[in-house]
């Protein structure tokens, strides 16, 4: 009997001896339960004995000791108290705390009349252990099958809705919580402020809040952390202040909620209170402040605070470095490693992740690699965050064989079905050019979140896959995941790519309805989109409506004029942005280009200069494409071999564009010289000097520059047009077999040629 309960329970037969201490003796466990239970009390009723078990199994939940609840579950078993509610119950609620989710659902399952608290207790698990749709999935199969949900039902189930991507969930538990008259009580209230704050929705939060008419400190906490997550800082101090008045202290939870993600001068003045109020000792405190000033930019300030601790601990140390490191003080954040390992702290996974993900996000790739290799070295396993750090250095770098490495590393280490590893390597496949590679982790992500679907969209607007692009961002809308401002403006940028206007436009008239217009670079997106499409007046149209203006809105817009040849257009806005950077100046040398204005073009160079902004390669060839559509050739040339820095395809591109322009072969032939010894790899540089000789008869130059191209595998770029049709965008170039109705587009094509061969003008019947 004890055997085949020990298989069914998965036990180790053989497990040594154990010893629990109760309150009234010790209670004996052998591997083989040999000696039962002994307990060392007179009354040995069932009542009492049922009491020591439920003691005994609390015992386990508290230290999550599976081997031991398990032992007990077996006893039990033995004794027949299985079917009991409390112990049943009990035993529910111990191995969801331990993880085992599954056999707390087999143990539920097996109870005739489960309790509130078994009930309470598996939804519990469920949402502790990160399965928060299951949680959500066994509350309603209860509730059908008559279970009364009580307050703490509903303070798990709504955490639970709080982390899934459907808000409506959330939503639809709080309908029920009106229902049941539960909406007053002080624990589901603070539950549902919790909620609506991760949903963004800080009204509907503080509509709770304002209505409560019994607060706690828990209570005041949501509030204000859901003030600070929702970037409401002034809103989060005055909450404060009031909770003050009230007769609530701030405890540790207010204020490393407030100093988690406030303004530096909220900042400032929660350290004033911290200091005043006897916090200034705590450690906890000081960490949150070193991570505050760290995040602030002020490094004085934090390495202020880490000195006056007489024992930092790692995280203190972890903060201080990662500080350094966002801020761009490499050195210093690796100087601190080393004071770390020399102050007999043990460097873990932590401190590495903070030092890569800062390197990764500020353009040091190489760097963030090498320190990722230090981390191997020094025999330290990469959790989830460290994986999810590098790889973005990845991207930057373009190494694909080092992305499936760690990719591998990841998925044979076990933490590859991490969300933020995925996304990270959805992200990087797509930078890298393998699509495919992308799809296939993409379609492996469960519970894809907002940066999930966004990774997929930018990956297929790079890689000019706008069909596929579109398509996501409408199974993103379906699946009730609410893109973000950055998924508008990759998918505008699709939009862009491929002169979409219907796309966009839905995507701008959905942006409008979700107020995400306001964001000013999903405005300079819109802006140019438009462009790109053809409608430069509705570009200046949202232009003119943006609420708030940077500097990317003015370059684009001004860009956007450049493109349509509206030079004038251009250089008025160019004179009014009052701190024009590269961008700028580049946007209006195009206008001019463009629009033929050779004197202005030359005026905006100067200008640089005297804002002592130095001109780059492309500010270069956009003057001599400025200078070589006015024929002006001889200066194009002069200042390309005066100019400072190195001259490059592009330079001599513009020029030769002149040269055959206005005909001029042997300066033709010099710009092409230059261009090939360059390493050109350009095919339609290659044609045009072909076509330079090819104007002066030079057949035998023609004929030496197709086969360099076709020595160097060089194909003129095809032409190619796009239609949409029923929401999709059909792409065609020359004698191109790849659409599937390839074969009646051809057919439809050589009817409309006959038809148009057959035609026959009235001018020629006259004649």
């Known amino acids: 009997m004890i055997r085949v309960i020990a298989t069914v329970l998965n036990l180790r037969l053989n497990a040594p001896r154990l010893k629990i201490a109760t309150f009234s003796g010790t209670l004996r466990l052998s591997a083989f339960f040999k000696s039962s239970i002994q307990f060392s009390f007179s009354c040995d009723a069932s009542s009492l004995m049922l009491e ?94 008559g279970f009364r949900p009580d307050t703490y039902t509903y303070s ?59 607060r706690d400190m828990v209570s005041w906490n949501s509030v204000i952390a859901c003030y600070i997550q929702n970037d409401l800082d002034e809103a989060a101090v005055v909450a404060l202040k009031e909770m003050m008045k009230e007769g609530f202290r701030p405890d540790q939870v207010t204020i490393i909620s407030i100093l988690s993600d406030c303004s530096y001068a909220t900042g400032r003045e929660l350290h004033s209170y911290v200091l005043t109020s006897g916090f200034g000792s705590t450690v906890v405190i000081a960490n949150s402040l070193i991570s505050m000033y760290g995040k602030c930019g002020k490094l004085k300030e934090a390495q202020g605070i880490f000195g006056t601790l007489v024992q930092p601990d790692r995280v203190t140390w972890n903060a201080l470095i990662a500080s350094y490191s966002r801020n761009g003080q490499y050195e210093e954040s690796l100087r601190l490693l080393r004071d770390m390992r020399t102050a007999g702290m043990h460097v873990d996974e932590v401190t590495y992740s903070g030092i890569i993900s800062a390197f990764s996000q500020n353009d040091h790739p190489q760097d963030a690699l090498r320190i990722f290799l230090q981390m191997l070295n020094a025999g330290l396993k990469p959790d989830a965050v460290a994986i999810a750090s590098v790889l973005p250095a990845l991207s930057d770098v373009q190494s694909l ?43 492996r992500i469960s519970n894809k979140d907002v940066i999930s679907w966004s990774s997929m969209i930018v990956g297929y607007t790079q890689n000019g896959c706008l069909n596929e692009a579109i398509k996501v961002f409408r199974n993103m809308c379906q699946s009730n995941t609410k893109p973000n401002p950055i998924t508008i403006t990759s998918i505008l940028s699709a939009c862009a790519r491929v002169s979409s206007l219907k796309h966009g436009k839905e995507i701008h008239s959905w942006s409008l309805k979700q107020g995400f217009h306001v ?38 817009m001004i860009a956007g004029y450049a493109v349509h040849g509206q030079g004038g257009n251009a250089l008025k806005l160019f004179k009014m942005v009052e701190h024009p950077d590269e961008v700028s100046f580049l946007a209006a040398l195009s206008a001019c280009s463009h629009g033929g204005l050779v004197e202005d073009g030359i005026d905006i160079f100067n200008e640089m200069k005297i804002l002592k902004i130095t001109p780059r390669q492309d500010h270069y060839a956009c003057l001599v494409d400025i200078l070589g559509r006015a ?29 055959r322009v206005y005909h001029n072969l042997e300066l033709g032939i010099y710009s092409g010289k230059q261009m090939l010894e360059s390493g050109c790899n350009d095919s339609g540089l290659h044609v045009l000097l072909s076509n330079i000789f090819a104007d002066f008869g030079k057949w035998e130059d023609v004929e030496t520059i197709r086969k360099s191209m076709k020595d160097r595998g060089l194909k003129k770029k095809v032409g190619c047009s796009w239609i949409g049709v029923d929401n999709q965008v059909h792409s065609f170039v020359a004698r191109d077999r790849a659409h599937p109705e390839w074969e009646i587009v051809y057919q439809v094509s050589r009817d409309l040629n006959n038809q148009i061969n057959e035609f026959t003008w009235p001018s020629h019947a006259s004649s």
């Not at 590393?409 to 959805?426: C, F, I, P, Q, T």
């Not at 964001?519 to 438009?530: C, E, P, Q, R």
């Open 52 to 145: 020591k078990y439920g003691q005994l199994l609390d015992s386990c939940c508290t230290h999550k000791d599976l081997v031991r609840a398990r032992l007990i579950h077996a006893h039990i078993v033995i004794q027949n108290f299985e079917q009991h509610s409390f112990l049943s119950s009990k035993l529910v609620f111990v191995y969801s705390a331990c993880g085992k989710t599954t056999v707390a659902r087999l143990v539920f399952d097996r109870l005739l009349k489960p309790s509130t608290f078994a009930c309470n207790s598996m939804i519990r698990g469920y949402v502790n252990n990160g399965l928060n749709q299951e949680a959500l999935d066994f509350f309603y199969q209860r509730r059908e099958a």
């Open 156 to 214: 798990s189930i709504i955490k639970a809705c709080a982390s899934l991507p459907d808000h409506e969930h959330g939503r639809n538990v709080h309908e029920l919580v009106k229902e049941s008259g539960l909406d007053a009580d002080v624990y589901v209230c603070n539950a549902l402020i919790s909620m609506y704050s991760k949903f963004h929705c800080a009204s509907e939060a503080v509509q709770i809040f304002d209505r409560m008419s019994e």
């Open 401 to 443: 064989d080092c992305c499936k490495e760690i990719h591998g590393y990841s998925h044979r280490n076990s933490v590859e079905s991490d969300k933020r590893v995925r996304n990270a390597l959805v992200s990087v496949y797509s930078q890298c050019g393998s699509v495919k590679s992308a799809e296939n982790v993409f379609s």
């Open 519 to 556: 964001h000013t670079f999903v405005g300079s997106a819109l802006i140019d989109m438009y462009a790109k499409c053809g409608r430069i007046n509705s570009s200046r149209t949202v232009f003119n409506k943006m609420p708030e203006k940077n500097l990317v809105s003015w370059n684009v």
């Open 631 to 659: 024929g002006r050739l001889d200066e194009a040339l002069a200042m390309i071999k005066d100019m400072p820095v190195e001259s490059n395809i592009n330079i001599w591109g513009a020029l030769l564009g002149a040269c």
